[in-house]
């Protein structure tokens, strides 16, 4: 793709489509938005834009290049990453919360959970690798537009996350009866461990 604005476009459209398809970055911004509240759910969202960027900073060294080849390199992340979720979960299912209360969270919590859940997920790795390139014009500088381009993603995924936080809020006032935030964390929990078995068990 010679043309950069066309490639902008044909990037950008792509990258919405992508960006509201459901998956685990979804479910984390969902849950934590329903049970933490709309701020928590910011630092989730913050931390996998975060691990975007930190994947096309890898594209961009070319370091992207060995989790492509290295079935090896691949494993490792894809079980770490497996474990992560299937731990999340369990902590989700054996203790849920009792209420809404949120007052003993670090904010460090939400950022940390999201940006692990990114970078532990190989998947997301193979496709900055694989599909950011397809948008680089010929002879331009690699490294400089795998950043532009996950940038645009990032903003795409900003307003994707703050659509969902700002639906989640009306639903977010009901869920204050006491014994409905356990069972939701006990569900979520379900999905994350769902999610995790899901990815350990894939192919490349």
């Known amino acids: 793709m010679e043309s950069a604005p066309l490639a902008i476009l044909a990037f950008t459209a792509a990258a919405a489509l992508l960006t509201v398809t ?4 979804t479910a984390l911004i969902l849950r934590t938005a329903l049970v933490e509240g709309p701020r928590p759910a910011w630092r989730a969202a913050l931390g ?12 961009g060294l070319g ?9 090896t390199a691949y494993r490792v992340v894809q079980v770490c990453g497996a474990v992560y979720l299937a731990w999340l979960g369990l902590k989700l299912i054996l203790k849920p919360r009792r209420d809404f209360a949120v007052e003993g969270l ?13 970078l ?12 950011l390139p397809q948008f680089i014009p010929h002879g331009a500088p690699v490294a400089a537009w795998a950043i532009g381009l996950a940038l645009i993603h990032a903003v795409l995924g900003a307003l994707w996350s703050g659509a969902l936080i700002a639906a989640t809020q009306p639903l977010a006032k009901a ?4 014994g409905l935030i356990g069972w939701l964390d006990r569900v979520t929990g379900g999905v994350f461990i769902a999610f995790g078995l899901k990815l350990g068990l894939s192919a490349r």
């Not at 459901?22 to 970055?25: C, E, L, T």
């Not at 996998?48 to 594209?59: D, R, S």
């Not at 370091?63 to 079935?71: D, H, R, T, V, Y």
């Not at 670090?106 to 990114?118: D, V």
């Open 106 to 118: 670090r904010p460090a919590t939400g950022f940390r959970q999201g940006l692990l859940t990114n």
């Open 48 to 59: 996998i834009l975060t691990g975007c960027m930190v994947w096309a900073g890898a594209v």
């Open 175 to 178: 869920l204050r009866r006491p």
């Open 63 to 71: 370091l992207g290049a060995l989790l492509l080849a290295s079935e």
């Open 22 to 25: 459901p998956g685990m970055d």
């Open 120 to 131: 532990l997920n190989p998947k997301v790795g193979v496709f900055y690798i694989s599909f």
